[in-house]
């Protein structure tokens, strides 16, 4: 069965709403008179981050496969305008989605966080680092010195390349910033942009498949404190606080659908392109055969998110000034509806 996504848009309202979603009012609850379908499944909304591609495989593989319906759940997948599932599960649009590590930490030391929790990680550690054109000869951090590096202004993005290149025995200051957003990576190194930060798992296969000759190093190999959880599974809090057996049913689904992907990578890759058919068949095939080693890689199961790490990052973007507030040890995510 072919799954609509849904384009769901943020709204000002909705936007306003997000700053006060700790109100009762913006939180999902089991309450809500719209929570079975039809056929008696438990309607769940699903936010992803921008567009599918192979870090969602094991969501489509459990809907397409029928793990969601075995659980006793209908999953309906929307797509966010920010890219990231806080902005809907936060506020109750969604009970569960797609977000990332480091951009919960803003919520996490404000004042009103959001009230979403991580319960999954989708790839255990962070595959994300610098790609450059291979006659550009850049084998780590310090060769980004004098060259153009597309920047996206992110404080976070900046401090940690800053703390890479110059832990490498960089000059941080030789480093050209251009404010260029580059939606292709190939094209864009192919123009008057020297560098640029992407997922290797997409614009890093992307990139081999092309006729560019490329090199790539990974950030997490410059700053071991920064090898984040990037993307992770939350939910909303007073949803799950509520329905505990239906988020953990619903965790488990989506577990076995990502062990799918593990063991039969190219079959998984056919099954993400039936759902997603404008998708690039090479592209999804290479790419999942590459994560299928990435999910879990060195940790003791799917999902598994491990303390000291989570906490670590945290702890370096307090230390580094990116966040105002220390952040408690422990906050932001659980391993308790995903246990071995």
């Not at 299928?292 to 307090?318: C, F, K, L, S």
Request: with cysteine.
């Amino acid at each position: 069965m072919k799954k609509r996504i849904v384009a769901m848009l943020i709204t000002g309202g909705l936007a306003a709403s997000l700053a006060a979603c700790g109100s009762a009012d913006t939180q999902t609850s089991s309450d809500t008179s719209d929570t079975q379908s039809s056929d008696g499944l438990t309607k769940i909304t699903f936010a992803l981050d921008w567009t599918p591609n192979t870090n969602h495989t094991g969501l489509y593989v459990a809907d397409s496969l029928g793990y969601f319906e075995d659980a006793g759940i209908d999953v309906e997948f929307v797509q966010t305008s920010s890219g990231y599932g806080s902005e809907l599960v936060g506020v109750g649009q969604a009970e569960f989605g797609i977000d990332f590590q480091d951009t919960m930490a803003y919520t996490y030391a404000s004042d009103d966080p959001i009230p979403v929790t991580a319960v999954a990680a989708v790839i255990q550690h962070n595959t994300s680092g610098i790609i450059t054109r291979a006659d550009s000869n850049v084998k780590s951090p310090k060769g980004l010195e004098g060259l153009h590096y597309a920047t996206w202004e992110d404080p976070m993005e900046q401090t940690l390349l800053k703390y890479c290149v110059e832990g490498d025995g960089g000059d941080w200051d030789k480093v050209v910033l251009d404010p260029v957003t580059v939606d292709d990576a190939v094209a864009g190194l192919q123009s008057n942009i020297d560098a640029v930060w992407i997922y290797y798992a997409w614009d890093g296969i992307r990139a081999e498949l092309s006729d560019l000759d490329t090199n790539f190093f990974f950030l997490r190999d410059y700053c071991e404190d920064m090898d984040e959880y990037t993307p992770v599974i939350i939910g909303n809090d007073t949803y799950m606080q509520e329905n505990p057996e239906i988020t953990k049913a619903f965790v488990a689904a989506v577990r076995k659908g990502y062990e799918y992907a593990i063991e039969n990578p190219e079959d998984a890759a056919k099954i993400l392109c039936e759902e997603v058919p404008e998708l690039d068949e090479e592209l999804v095939t290479t790419s999942q055969k590459w994560l299928a080693d990435q999910y879990t890689a060195d940790a003791p199961y799917w999902g598994y998110i491990d303390d000291e790490r989570w906490n670590g990052v945290y702890d370096w973007m307090y230390e580094n000034k990116l966040v105002e507030n220390e952040i408690a040890d422990g906050t932001g995510y659980t391993n308790d509806y995903n246990p071995q």
